[in-house]
């Protein structure tokens, strides 16, 4: 009677003839060397075979895991604990403190107003002098012209008028510009006009001309500071 046995590696069963117990086999699928049972230890071993097969059997009675399966679990993992990092607790986030998004809006906010405290004198000066400029200018037009009609020798005194009143126009219109642009600084609004305005103060468009010219070098070195620059809508 051949003897049947499972190889003791990749438990392949293994037959050999009658009559070679005691004696050494080669598995014919992993090709192990093994001894191979007697009889009497063949069957001892082919009755534990079977009892451990049917005490491996699937019980019959299905279960709902085995029908739906494990159901996740709806609570998050617990993260692993690093035996080298640190093993206090996080720090909580404190529910009563400022959001991140208030606190950039705030640090936005002290930067304007810093700017505008940085601009704001020179640029107001300006204002001042500028609307002081324009008035003078047409004052002076005003004088001008009454005082050539009246005079009893003026044989042109229309054409005379007339070229007075280009020049003062033209002055009180470069004094306007420079009024606009001194009013863009102060607001912060448009860069390139705020530059304009003081640029323009520096001509002699006015009699006050000596006192814009200072105050339009101090506007123009506040322009010239890249916390003031980035404050500028446009």
Known sequence: MPIDFDCAVCKHRIRVPDGAEGKRTKCPKCHAIQPVPSGQEDEFRLKDSEFEDKSQAKPSSTSLDDVFGTLPSKAPPKPERN????????????????????????????????????????????????????ATNLVFLIIMT???????????????????????????????????????????????????????????????????????VWGMMVLSDGSVQRQFTS
């Open 83 to 134: 035996p080298y990092g640190d093993n206090d607790q996080e720090e909580a986030p404190n529910p009563y403190a400022a959001p991140a998004t208030y606190s950039s809006q705030v640090g936005a906010n002290a930067a304007r107003a810093e700017a505008l405290e940085k601009i704001q004198t020179p640029a107001l000066i300006c204002v001042i002098l500028t609307g002081l400029g324009i």
């Open 146 to 216: 009454i005082w050539t009609l009246s005079a009893p020798d003026a044989a042109n005194a229309a054409v005379t008028v007339g070229i007075q009143t280009v020049i003062i126009a033209f002055a009180t219109a470069m004094q306007g510009l420079a009024l606009y642009g001194a009013f863009q600084a102060r607001d912060l609004k448009n860069f390139g006009l705020a530059w304009a305005g003081f640029i323009i103060a520096l001509l002699p468009c006015s009699f006050l001309c000596i006192l814009t010219i200072p105050i339009s």
